[in-house]
């Protein structure tokens, strides 16, 4: 089963930042954060991930607390193609399959 | 960009026959992973593949499924007698996944073969 929580729906501006919360108070010292997204029914896309420190590619940015019980994914510049469903996934550094949950569906508005 | 490739895109397939979904990896990935979504639900992992063997599967993968990895490049799924339930998308990815490595590599996906049982 998955490990996090996220909001079944958010709705972002666009243009604005979009700001995606998860919850994973029970991960352990050696789980990674991983974000992906899907499309329509596309396959899922990687976006980010990270394990203690902060994140930024040119996608996203991820941000970690301190104690690694939550983290938020940001998309600087949301636009109408970021609508999608946003997995937070943890994922222990050893093991190489990843469990999806149910996710975040973020709908960009015009 | 490399990039994982599936097909068919969509196959059509009648109750009980045999279908073989095709799959490419990434060239320098190591690990191999099927996954499906049945429409409407989440995405489950079916099975991962690492060495040529299967390093871990799920319950859904049973005795109907197998995979293989006939050459250097393919990696296939096999459902042998297909079911009205087994119409899904169907999700093939690699991993870099270096065991030495400390990295820990992300999952890249296909887009899906959309397998339609009537």
Redesign the interface.
Known sequence: DAKTTQPPSMDCAEGRAANLPCNHSTISGNEYVYWYRQIHSQGPQYIIHGLKNNETNEMASLIITEDRKSSTLILPHATLRDTAVYYCIVREGRDDKIIFGKGTRLHILP | EPE?TQTPSHQVTQMGQEVILRCVPISNHL?F?W?R?ILGQ????LV?F?NNEI??KSEIFDDQFSVERPDGSNFTLKIRSTKLEDSA?Y?C?S?W?QPQS?Y?S???????TRLTVT
């Open positions: 994982v690990y992973y996954y979504q989440k995405v489950e992992f991962s690492y390093s871990e998308m999700f990815a991993c996944g400390s820990n992300p999952l890249h996906f296909g887009n899906g």
